[in-house]
Protein backbone atom coordinates (compact mmCIF):
# COMPACT_ATOMS: atom_id res chain seq x y z
CA UNK A 1 0.00 0.00 0.00
CA UNK A 2 1.24 3.62 -0.58
CA UNK A 3 0.36 7.04 0.95
CA UNK A 4 2.66 9.89 -0.57
CA UNK A 5 2.39 13.44 0.27
CA UNK A 6 3.87 15.67 -2.62
CA UNK A 7 5.04 19.19 -1.49
CA UNK A 8 4.96 22.38 -4.04
CA UNK A 9 6.32 24.38 -1.46
CA UNK A 10 7.60 24.65 2.01
CA UNK A 11 5.64 27.57 4.23
CA UNK A 12 6.98 29.01 7.51
CA UNK A 13 4.93 29.17 9.65
CA UNK A 14 4.92 29.57 13.25
CA UNK A 15 2.90 27.23 15.91
CA UNK A 16 0.33 26.76 13.14
CA UNK A 17 -3.14 24.76 13.52
CA UNK A 18 -4.21 22.34 11.93
CA UNK A 19 -7.81 21.72 10.67
CA UNK A 20 -9.47 18.80 9.60
CA UNK A 21 -12.70 18.83 6.70
CA UNK A 22 -12.85 15.94 5.20
CA UNK A 23 -15.81 14.46 3.08
CA UNK A 24 -18.60 12.37 5.61
CA UNK A 25 -22.10 12.82 6.83
CA UNK A 26 -23.97 15.48 5.52
CA UNK A 27 -20.39 16.51 4.44
CA UNK A 28 -20.45 18.76 7.10
CA UNK A 29 -16.37 19.09 7.98
CA UNK A 30 -16.28 18.94 4.08
CA UNK A 31 -18.13 22.14 3.36
CA UNK A 32 -16.73 24.05 6.69
CA UNK A 33 -13.34 23.35 5.93
CA UNK A 34 -13.48 24.47 1.94
CA UNK A 35 -15.68 27.35 2.82
CA UNK A 36 -12.66 28.40 5.28
CA UNK A 37 -10.39 27.80 2.49
CA UNK A 38 -11.98 30.29 0.00
CA UNK A 39 -12.93 33.00 2.36
CA UNK A 40 -9.10 33.22 3.83
CA UNK A 41 -7.75 32.77 0.24
CA UNK A 42 -5.39 30.29 1.88
CA UNK A 43 -2.77 29.13 -0.27
CA UNK A 44 -2.32 25.68 -1.27
CA UNK A 45 1.17 23.70 -0.88
CA UNK A 46 0.67 20.08 -0.70
CA UNK A 47 -1.33 17.10 -1.91
CA UNK A 48 -2.16 13.24 -0.64
CA UNK A 49 -2.31 10.43 -2.78
CA UNK A 50 -3.18 6.98 -1.56
CA UNK A 51 -3.99 3.65 -2.51
CA UNK A 52 -6.49 3.28 -0.49
CA UNK A 53 -8.70 5.69 -2.14
CA UNK A 54 -11.04 3.94 -4.76
CA UNK A 55 -9.55 2.88 -7.81
CA UNK A 56 -10.72 5.68 -10.48
CA UNK A 57 -10.36 9.03 -11.81
CA UNK A 58 -13.09 11.23 -12.37
CA UNK A 59 -13.14 12.31 -16.16
CA UNK A 60 -13.79 17.01 -15.78
CA UNK A 61 -14.55 19.03 -18.64
CA UNK A 62 -12.62 18.41 -21.73
CA UNK A 63 -12.09 14.99 -20.79
CA UNK A 64 -9.25 16.24 -18.19
CA UNK A 65 -8.44 13.60 -15.63
CA UNK A 66 -8.97 14.10 -11.84
CA UNK A 67 -7.53 11.67 -9.26
CA UNK A 68 -8.93 11.58 -5.87
CA UNK A 69 -6.59 13.16 -3.38
CA UNK A 70 -6.86 15.43 0.05
CA UNK A 71 -4.66 18.77 -0.51
CA UNK A 72 -2.69 21.39 2.08
CA UNK A 73 -3.70 24.78 2.31
CA UNK A 74 -1.58 27.17 5.00
CA UNK A 75 -2.73 30.73 6.01
CA UNK A 76 -0.52 33.21 8.11
CA UNK A 77 -2.48 35.16 11.05
CA UNK A 78 -3.07 38.52 10.32
CA UNK A 79 -3.84 39.91 14.08
CA UNK A 80 -2.57 39.75 17.28
CA UNK A 81 -3.70 35.91 18.80
CA UNK A 82 -4.46 34.96 15.76
CA UNK A 83 -2.23 32.06 14.79
CA UNK A 84 -1.27 30.18 10.92
CA UNK A 85 -3.28 27.51 9.99
CA UNK A 86 -2.94 24.55 8.16
CA UNK A 87 -6.24 23.14 6.04
CA UNK A 88 -7.23 19.55 5.12
CA UNK A 89 -9.52 18.95 2.57
CA UNK A 90 -10.51 16.78 0.19
CA UNK A 91 -12.38 14.41 -2.55
CA UNK A 92 -12.03 10.79 -0.32
CA UNK A 93 -11.89 9.57 2.86
CA UNK A 94 -10.04 5.90 2.86
CA UNK A 95 -12.06 3.08 1.35
CA UNK A 96 -10.70 0.38 3.93
CA UNK A 97 -9.69 0.27 7.86
CA UNK A 98 -5.85 0.09 7.50
CA UNK A 99 -6.22 3.19 5.35
CA UNK A 100 -7.56 4.84 7.87
CA UNK A 101 -4.49 4.44 10.10
CA UNK A 102 -2.09 4.68 7.12
CA UNK A 103 -3.02 8.19 5.81
CA UNK A 104 -3.87 10.09 9.49
CA UNK A 105 -0.55 8.60 10.67
CA UNK A 106 1.26 9.84 7.05
CA UNK A 107 -0.92 13.23 8.11
CA UNK A 108 0.45 13.48 11.98
CA UNK A 109 4.01 12.61 11.05
CA UNK A 110 4.18 15.54 8.16
CA UNK A 111 2.60 18.13 10.77
CA UNK A 112 5.10 17.23 13.33
CA UNK A 113 8.19 18.23 11.06
CA UNK A 114 5.43 21.45 10.12
CA UNK A 115 5.73 22.11 14.22
CA UNK A 116 1.83 21.47 14.50
CA UNK A 117 1.24 21.15 18.16
CA UNK A 118 -3.02 21.50 18.30
CA UNK A 119 -5.58 20.07 15.64
CA UNK A 120 -9.15 20.29 14.96
CA UNK A 121 -10.89 18.29 13.31
CA UNK A 122 -14.56 18.95 11.94
CA UNK A 123 -17.37 16.62 11.07
CA UNK A 124 -21.29 15.35 11.47
CA UNK A 125 -23.14 14.11 14.18
CA UNK A 126 -25.93 12.23 12.58
CA UNK A 127 -29.63 12.76 14.77
CA UNK A 128 -31.79 11.21 12.30
CA UNK A 129 -33.93 14.11 11.88
CA UNK A 130 -34.04 17.79 11.22
CA UNK A 131 -33.03 20.40 13.34
CA UNK A 132 -33.32 23.94 13.40
CA UNK A 133 -30.52 25.50 15.22
CA UNK A 134 -27.71 22.66 15.44
CA UNK A 135 -25.62 22.12 18.41
CA UNK A 136 -22.15 21.68 18.09
CA UNK A 137 -20.58 18.91 19.72
CA UNK A 138 -17.12 18.68 21.08
CA UNK A 139 -14.37 15.91 22.13
CA UNK A 140 -11.19 16.49 23.34
CA UNK A 141 -7.80 14.45 23.41
CA UNK A 142 -7.05 16.28 26.49
CA UNK A 143 -9.09 17.53 29.38
CA UNK A 144 -7.69 21.26 29.78
CA UNK A 145 -9.36 21.61 26.20
CA UNK A 146 -12.33 21.80 27.49
CA UNK A 147 -11.55 24.51 30.00
CA UNK A 148 -10.09 26.84 27.10
CA UNK A 149 -12.64 26.10 24.64
CA UNK A 150 -16.23 26.42 26.97
CA UNK A 151 -17.07 29.52 25.98
CA UNK A 152 -17.21 28.92 22.16
CA UNK A 153 -20.52 27.61 21.76
CA UNK A 154 -19.39 24.10 22.22
CA UNK A 155 -21.04 21.30 24.16
CA UNK A 156 -18.72 19.35 25.78
CA UNK A 157 -21.50 16.52 27.93
CA UNK A 158 -22.20 14.98 25.27
CA UNK A 159 -20.20 12.39 25.14
CA UNK A 160 -22.34 9.48 25.94
CA UNK A 161 -24.84 10.62 22.85
CA UNK A 162 -21.71 10.72 20.38
CA UNK A 163 -20.51 6.88 21.37
CA UNK A 164 -18.22 6.52 18.35
CA UNK A 165 -16.78 8.79 15.87
CA UNK A 166 -15.50 6.85 12.98
CA UNK A 167 -13.66 8.19 10.07
CA UNK A 168 -10.43 10.59 9.83
CA UNK A 169 -12.45 12.97 12.68
CA UNK A 170 -12.39 10.81 15.30
CA UNK A 171 -8.83 9.27 14.41
CA UNK A 172 -6.91 12.03 13.95
CA UNK A 173 -8.19 12.85 17.86
CA UNK A 174 -7.00 9.39 19.02
CA UNK A 175 -3.75 9.32 17.91
CA UNK A 176 -2.73 12.72 17.96
CA UNK A 177 -1.61 12.65 21.21
CA UNK A 178 1.10 9.97 20.34
CA UNK A 179 2.59 12.95 18.16
CA UNK A 180 2.68 15.76 20.60
CA UNK A 181 -0.70 17.30 19.82
CA UNK A 182 -3.81 18.04 21.83
CA UNK A 183 -6.77 17.48 19.55
CA UNK A 184 -10.47 18.59 19.62
CA UNK A 185 -13.45 17.08 17.35
CA UNK A 186 -16.16 19.68 16.26
CA UNK A 187 -19.52 17.90 15.30
CA UNK A 188 -22.57 19.69 13.99
CA UNK A 189 -25.63 17.94 14.18
CA UNK A 190 -27.31 16.67 10.85
CA UNK A 191 -29.86 14.73 9.74
CA UNK A 192 -27.53 11.89 8.74
CA UNK A 193 -28.23 11.78 4.72
CA UNK A 194 -24.50 11.67 3.29
CA UNK A 195 -24.87 12.70 0.04
CA UNK A 196 -26.77 15.51 1.07
CA UNK A 197 -24.92 18.52 2.24
CA UNK A 198 -25.77 20.04 5.40
CA UNK A 199 -25.06 24.46 5.16
CA UNK A 200 -26.94 25.06 8.97
CA UNK A 201 -24.43 22.45 10.45
CA UNK A 202 -21.57 23.28 8.70
CA UNK A 203 -22.30 26.63 9.80
CA UNK A 204 -22.56 26.11 13.65
CA UNK A 205 -19.27 24.04 13.37
CA UNK A 206 -17.48 27.19 11.68
CA UNK A 207 -19.11 29.45 13.72
CA UNK A 208 -17.53 27.27 17.03
CA UNK A 209 -14.66 27.43 14.97
CA UNK A 210 -13.91 30.58 14.27
CA UNK A 211 -14.54 31.53 17.93
CA UNK A 212 -11.56 28.84 19.09
CA UNK A 213 -9.17 30.29 16.35
CA UNK A 214 -10.48 34.12 17.00
CA UNK A 215 -10.63 34.72 13.12
CA UNK A 216 -13.91 35.93 11.42
CA UNK A 217 -15.57 33.69 8.78
CA UNK A 218 -17.97 34.80 6.67
CA UNK A 219 -20.61 32.45 6.08
CA UNK A 220 -22.92 34.84 3.84
CA UNK A 221 -21.52 32.86 0.67
CA UNK A 222 -21.62 29.22 2.08
CA UNK A 223 -24.92 28.06 0.43
CA UNK A 224 -23.96 29.33 -2.93
CA UNK A 225 -20.23 27.64 -2.46
CA UNK A 226 -22.44 24.20 -1.65
CA UNK A 227 -24.50 24.14 -4.87
CA UNK A 228 -21.12 24.38 -6.54
CA UNK A 229 -19.43 21.75 -5.12
CA UNK A 230 -22.42 19.51 -4.91
CA UNK A 231 -22.61 17.70 -8.63
CA UNK A 232 -19.10 16.77 -7.90
CA UNK A 233 -19.24 15.26 -4.21
CA UNK A 234 -22.44 13.62 -5.88
CA UNK A 235 -20.28 12.06 -9.20
CA UNK A 236 -17.34 10.82 -6.49
CA UNK A 237 -19.94 9.10 -4.31
CA UNK A 238 -22.14 7.90 -7.00
CA UNK A 239 -18.77 6.04 -8.72
CA UNK A 240 -17.62 4.78 -5.30
CA UNK A 241 -21.02 3.20 -4.30
CA UNK A 242 -20.71 1.71 -8.14
CA UNK A 243 -17.22 0.69 -7.48
CA UNK A 244 -18.15 -1.08 -4.51
CA UNK A 245 -21.02 -2.70 -5.26
CA UNK A 246 -18.68 -4.36 -8.62
CA UNK A 247 -15.76 -4.96 -6.25
CA UNK A 248 -17.70 -6.99 -3.61
CA UNK A 249 -20.42 -8.97 -6.45
CA UNK A 250 -18.33 -8.31 -9.86
CA UNK A 251 -21.22 -8.87 -13.36
CA UNK A 252 -20.61 -12.36 -14.44
CA UNK A 253 -18.86 -12.23 -17.83
CA UNK A 254 -21.20 -12.97 -21.04
CA UNK A 255 -20.26 -15.82 -22.67
CA UNK A 256 -16.66 -15.38 -25.43
CA UNK A 257 -17.20 -12.11 -23.99
CA UNK A 258 -13.37 -10.52 -22.76
CA UNK A 259 -13.40 -7.73 -19.75
CA UNK A 260 -10.91 -6.46 -17.96
CA UNK A 261 -10.61 -3.59 -15.14
CA UNK A 262 -8.87 -0.49 -17.21
Known amino acids: MTTRIIQFEKPKLKNPIFIEGLPGIGNVGRI ?21 FMPFILLEKGSEAHLL ?20 IGDSQSADPEGFYEICEEVLRYLQKLGVKEI ?26 IEQYKNCGIDFE ?54 AIKIKIDTSKLEKRIREMEDFMRKIQEVQRKAIE ?5 PKPKKEELTYIG
Open 120 to 145: FTLGGLSVGELVGKPKVFGVVNHPSL
Open 32 to 52: AAGHLVEELKAKKFAELYSSH
Open 69 to 88: KNEFYYWKGKQKGQKDLIIL
Open 246 to 250: RLVKP
Open 158 to 211: GGERIGTIVGASGLFVGLAGYYGMKAVCLLGETVGYPIIPDPKSAEAVLNALSK
